[in-house]
């Protein structure tokens, strides 16, 4: 059994003060919810005031990114060693910004998975095709190859401690989701490659979130797919009530 999972991308939104409002607030309406894993994934800057307000709550912390070196002369990067410091359980890394802003790789992925994963924090791996590709029929034969990529060099016990996410390009801060039937074709896609990859005892415990236009309207339509175990949060994550119904809605 897989319980649903939701997180919230707080991209680069809210200062200090703005974040500590959000957090109060998404407490008082989620505190006590169970059976489900709730993340919110503010900016380095508000994570240790917020890992403050966190404390003894069911509201699991995250970080945006990463670098995989633990400490040195890496000017503006933060390593998994600080964000363990402060309370992350989780890392996102690979989003489709960071990959198409930043011009980041799998490659580069990997390592700030396995460095994340040293360290005890469980890396969220993104991965998704954008319009082009999907339209040119290559969406499984990318999102496969970010995969291999983006994963290589765990082992199967690393697995279990990672989150997939799917985030199709064409459908992040668009207001386009992707169809459920859409979704479902590809995260039924990555646990077969899971599957192939690591046995199945990863494969059917992989929790595999999707990510794109999340709102209240459509989580639940999402949450009814088989190979869909949650959802990573962008936009609507911003507001109180609307990720404590996206929550809601997720736990079914
Ligand atoms: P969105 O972003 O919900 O605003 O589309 C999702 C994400 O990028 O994680």
């Not at 003060?17 to 998404?26: D, F, G, K």
């Not at 998704?128 to 029929?137: A, Q």
């Not at 911003?238 to 996206?246: D, E, G, K, W």
């Amino acid at each position: 059994m897989r319980r649903p999972f939701i997180a919230g991308n707080w991209k680069m939104h809210k200062t200090v003060p703005q974040a500590l409002e959000l957090v109060e607030e998404l407490r008082g309406l989620l505190e006590g919810e169970e059976g489900v894993e709730i993340v919110v994934a503010p900016p380095f800057t508000a994570l240790y005031p917020v890992a403050q307000v966190l404390k003894g709550s069911v509201i699991k912390l995250a970080a945006q990114d990463c670098f995989w070196e633990e400490e040195g002369a890496f000017t503006g990067e933060i390593s998994p060693v600080m964000l363990a410091d402060v309370g992350c359980a989780y890392c996102i890394v690979g989003h489709s910004e960071r990959r198409h802003i930043f011009g980041e790789g799998s490659r580069e992925v990997a390592r700030k998975a396995r460095a994340l994963l040293t360290h005890g924090i469980s890396p969220i791996v993104c991965v998704g095709e954008t319009l082009e590709e999907r339209e040119r029929g290559e969406a499984l034969k990318v999102v496969g190859e970010q995969m291999e990529g983006s994963l290589a060099g765990l082992s199967g016990e690393d697995m279990a401690r990672v989150i997939i996410a799917y985030e199709p390009v064409w459908a992040i801060g668009t207001g386009k989701t992707a169809t459920p039937q859409q979704a479902q074709e590809m995260h039924a896609f990555l646990r077969q490659w899971a599957w192939e990859k690591f046995g199945g005892d990863v494969a059917s415990t992989l929790t595999i979130l999707y990510g794109g236009s999340v709102k209240p309207g459509n989580i639940q339509g999402l949450m009814a797919m088989e190979d869909i175990d949650g959802a990573l949060v962008g936009g609507a994550s911003l507001r109180a009530s609307s990720f404590a119904q996206i929550v809601k809605g997720g736990k079914g």
